[in-house]
C-alpha cells in the first residue's frame, strides 16, 4: 500500500530528471529536453517505431498508456545487448577456466573433451556439442561456492579480452542497445535481462555494463546446496542443471521469478522467439524487437546466411506478426560505445 | 553504467520525499522531519536496535555505511507479515477452492482427504501431513492456467474473510512490519517477500497489502509448462513441485531469485532460521529479526508453548547471536491497522 504511489512518483522523477542526466551533466539547458534519446540509431522506421511505442504507453491521456509498474521489458543477452560471436562469451570464459585450472588436473591432457580445449582446438569442442560442452561447463562452473565463482568472473571479465578486436568483452555491448535501455528506464520501464545464459555469469557484470542490477537478471541456474564451512554458510554450485531459460524457458523464467508479463520484449534468435511471443499476447499496446546480425564488417553477419543461424522461426513470425526487426547495418550508426 | 547512479539519485530522493510522504500529506510541515518512523512500536531496546541499524548503514560517513543498491531486505510472510493461525491462509484458499471445485467433482464427497474437506474436518486434513495436504494443493493449485489462477486468488483474497475476526485476510497484515517496510524503503532499502508460500498466490495482493511489487516476491513455486490455446501462449500450473522456498531453501531462492545477499532478515520461525543465518554471515554490519508470537489476547500465542512450535532452533539461534527477538505483547503498540 505504500509502494505502488512511492515508485510512481519516484519514475516519474526519473523521467524528468534523465533529461539532464545524472553524473556530471547538470548543466545540460532546458532545450535538451529535446534531445534524440537514441542518437546511435540511424534516422528510419525501426527508430520511428519504438519511440512510437514508447510515447504511446507513456503519455497521459493515451488510449494505450501503461502504469509504470507494468512496464517491464525483457531482453536477451547474448546477441541482444552483446556480441556473441565467434563464441558466446560464456564459452570463453569457461574454456579460459580450462586453461587456468589444468594444472591441478593432469589427467584433462588426455580427456575428451579438455584436452581438445588446452591444444586450442575448440572447433572439435563445440562440434562435439553438449558432449562436449557440458563437461566444460560443469568443471568450471561448480564444485566451488557462488562468491568464489563470482570473484572469478569478475576477475575474468575486468581482464581477458576479444582476440579479434582486442576489446574487454563488456566494450563488445551495443550502443545503441545502452541507447535504447536508458531510454526506457527514462520513461518508467523497469528493465530485465532474460537470458540462456548462466545467472551467476551474468550478474558480477550487468550492472556495470547495462544498468541493470543482479535482482533483474534471469538466466540458467544449476542446483544449489547449502553447507557450512568454518561455521559460516555457503551455497555450493553442484554439477547439475536446474533449469534452462532458453525457448519455452523464456516465459517460465519471466512467470517463476518476475510475476509480471513484459510488454516489450527483444531478441535475436529462435530461442527468443517465445519470450517474444508471450510479451506480445497480452492484453493492450505491445512490442517486440528482433536485432537481425547483419553486418559482417562492423560485427558479424550470420542470421539465415549461416547453417548454424538461429533466427529462423523468429524470422518468419516476425515478419508475419509486424515485429520490428533490426538491422544492425543500416540501423545503427554505431556498434560498440566510443572508447 | 546507466543504472547505478540513477538509482541512488532517485533513492536518495525517495528518502527524501518519504518524509512528507505520498498521496496526499505534502502538506506535513518541516517538523515532521523528526516524527517517529515506527508509531506502532513501544519505546524499548527492540524498536531502538532496528533504528540505531538503520541509522548506522544509511548515515554518510558511517563506518557500516552500505551503499543504497545493496540495501536489501528479506522478510517471511506467513506469521511475519501476516498472521499464520489459526491456518496458514494459503491453506484456508485451498480448502475453499475446493469446496468451489466440489460440483464438477461427485468423487470427492467418498475420497480422503477431499471428503474431510468437505464435512469441515480440516483436523483430520492437517494430521494426514503431507498425505492430507498434498493432494488438496495440487487439485487446487494446478491445471489451469497462470492468468486464470491469479484471477481466481485475487477474486478469493478480495471477499474471503476469517470467521474469528470478520476481517479479510489482508486486514490480518500487521500494521508495526508496515511501519518497518515503509521506514526501510524511505531509506533506499529494496524489501523482498522470501516466503515458504506460493509465489504465485502471493503475488496478486502483495503490492496492495505491502507495497512489494511481484517481481521482489520469492517463494515455493510448481512446475509450468507453455502451451498454446486458441493460438495465443499460456503457461498451465502443473501438480508437480518444482521448488521449495523454506529452510535451505531460502538462502537458494534469495541467491537463485535475487542474486544478493540481504544486509537484515525478518522472520518468525525456524523455517526462516538459514535465511537470518544467511543474511548475517555476510560481511559488515548486518541485521536479523524473529517476531514472537506471545499474544494470545490480540493475535496468537504459540511459539514453544505449542507442541507443533516452528520457532525453536530459531529462538535457541536468535538468543545465542543477540538478534532482535521481538514480543508481539510487549514491543507492538497495536497489531493489525486501525480500520
Redesign the interface.
Given at each position: 500500500?505504500?509502494?505502488?504511489?512511492?515508485?510512481a512518483?519516484?519514475?516519474t522523477?526519473?523521467s524528468v530528471?534523465?533529461v539532464t542526466g545524472?553524473?556530471g551533466s547538470a548543466a545540460v539547458p532546458p532545450a535538451a529536453v529535446q534531445t534524440d534519446p537514441l542518437p546511435s540509431w540511424n534516422d528510419g522506421a525501426n527508430k520511428k517505431a519504438i519511440i512510437t511505442f514508447v510515447d504511446r504507453v507513456t503519455r497521459d491521456g493515451s488510449p494505450d498508456f501503461v502504469p509504470i509498474?507494468e512496464r517491464?521489458a525483457t531482453f536477451d543477452n547474448d546477441g541482444t545487448l552483446w556480441t556473441e560471436k565467434p563464441l558466446p562469451v560464456q564459452l570463453v570464459f569457461a574454456f579460459d577456466q580450462v586453461k587456468t585450472m589444468a594444472p591441478a588436473h593432469p589427467e584433462w591432457r588426455s580427456t575428451a573433451p579438455f584436452a581438445s580445449v588446452l591444444k586450442g582446438d575448440l572447433a572439435a569442442v563445440t562440434a562435439a556439442g553438449e558432449h562436449g560442452i557440458l563437461p566444460v561447463i560443469a568443471a568450471t562452473h561448480a564444485g566451488m561456492t557462488?562468491d568464489e565463482f563470482s570473484e572469478t568472473v569478475h576477475r575474468w571479465i575486468t581482464t581477458a579480452t576479444d582476440p579479434k578486436t582486442g576489446l574487454l568483452y563488456t566494450a563488445r555491448v551495443y550502443q545503441p542497445m545502452?541507447e535504447l535501455?536508458?531510454y526506457l528506464?527514462a520513461n518508467g520501464f523497469?528493465t530485465f535481462i532474460v537470458s540462456g545464459g548462466g545467472?551467476?555469469f551474468m550478474?558480477p557484470w550487468t550492472?556495470?555494463?547495462?544498468?541493470?542490477?543482479?535482482?533483474?537478471?534471469v538466466g540458467s541456474?544449476g542446483k544449489?546446496?547449502?553447507e557450512t564451512h568454518g561455521g559460516?554458510?555457503v551455497?555450493i554450485k553442484l554439477p547439475q542443471i536446474?533449469f534452462i531459460d532458453d525457448k519455452?524457458g523464456k516465459?517460465?523464467g519471466i512467470?517463476?521469478?518476475?510475476?509480471?508479463r513484459p510488454i516489450a520484449a527483444f531478441g535475436n534468435s529462435d530461442g527468443d522467439l517465445?519470450m517474444l511471443?508471450?510479451a506480445t499476447?497480452g492484453a493492450g499496446l505491445r512490442f517486440a524487437l528482433f536485432v537481425h546480425h547483419d553486418d559482417a564488417v562492423r560485427e558479424y553477419a550470420y542470421d539465415r546466411a549461416d547453417k548454424l543461424a538461429t533466427f529462423n522461426l523468429g524470422w518468419n513470425e516476425a515478419v508475419a506478426e509486424g515485429w520490428t526487426v533490426v538491422s544492425m547495418k543500416n540501423d545503427w550508426r554505431v556498434i560498440y560505445p566510443p572508447r
Open positions: 500500500m505504500f509502494g505502488w504511489c512511492t515508485r512518483t519516484i519514475l522523477l526519473l530528471m534523465s545524472c553524473g509498474p517491464i557462488t545502452l535501455l536508458a528506464r523497469k545467472v551467476e550478474r550492472d556495470g555494463a547495462y544498468g541493470i542490477p543482479p535482482e533483474q537478471v541456474t544449489l546446496k547449502l559460516r554458510p551455497l536446474e519455452d516465459p517460465i512467470e517463476s521469478r518476475i510475476g509480471r517465445q511471443e508471450w499476447a
